[in-house]
């Protein structure tokens, strides 16, 4: 069995100002730990001892950060709400000379992990079995994300009824696509981009946009 790692300190990355007088960690270590807890194991090991632990600090350094293990999972769930929802809002408003190049805005949630994490947001879904006010939460973050898409179908020229249908249809399918933990080549992937963007959008894509999005792409995959 491979021995977990821990997240990339602070006070281990060449690139952060180093650390003064006893800080050891950051509020944002506890948070990267805590998020990576979360995903792995499940919010039920999202505990203070444990995650001290990993970070190789006494538990008393938590309390400079959080007034208790209430607070740090009111936390990561800002932190899912900011790296999920917002980011899909932000994306699907992004400046757009035709819904190709909106839709493939869209996508570059999906394959690209610094904008969307995808082990978050489903350890925050597994989360929700459990915790009916989790599951309101998710339940009003598709809301939001489905009105994102909706909306940009609609700037588009396409009707709320038409704009609501591929938004939907388009939403769901990423995420079965991530909930299914599909794997295959990025340029499969692409290879498909034209077939998926007729599908989704009723109309011939655009080969700028397409081309765009699969030099970004490739670079996302190069660069990970």
């Not at 498909?192 to 490739?218: C, H, I, K, M, N």
Request: charged content about 30%; aromatic content about 10%; proline content about 4%.
């Amino acid at each position: 069995m491979t021995a977990r790692t821990t997240p990339l300190l602070h006070r281990d990355n060449p690139d952060k100002t180093p650390l003064t007088g006893h800080v050891k960690v950051t509020r944002e270590d506890w948070l990267n730990v805590a998020r990576d807890t979360l995903v792995n194991d499940g919010v039920a090991e999202v505990k203070v001892l444990a995650l001290a632990e990993r970070l190789e600090v006494s538990r008393s350094s938590f309390y400079w950060y959080f007034k208790n293990r209430k607070d740090l999972l009111a936390a990561l769930l800002d932190d899912w709400e900011v790296r999920n929802t917002r980011t899909i809002v932000s994306n699907t408003e992004r400046p757009a000379d035709n819904i190709s190049e909106a839709v493939c805005n869209f996508f570059r949630c999906f394959v690209d992990p610094r904008q969307f994490d995808r082990g978050l947001d489903f350890a925050v879904r597994e989360w929700s079995r459990r915790d009916d006010a989790i599951r309101k939460m998710i339940d009003t973050a598709d809301k939001v994300r489905i009105m994102a898409v909706t909306r940009m179908f609609e700037r588009h020229g396409y009707s709320p009824y038409d704009a609501d249908v591929r938004a939907r249809i388009i939403y769901f399918m990423q995420l079965g696509y991530h909930a299914l933990e599909v794997r295959e080549p990025m340029q499969d992937r692409m290879d498909r981009l034209s077939g998926y963007l007729l599908g989704f959008t009723g109309v011939d894509p655009d080969p700028a946009a397409v081309l765009a999005f699969q030099e970004f792409a490739t670079k996302v995959t190069i660069e990970g």
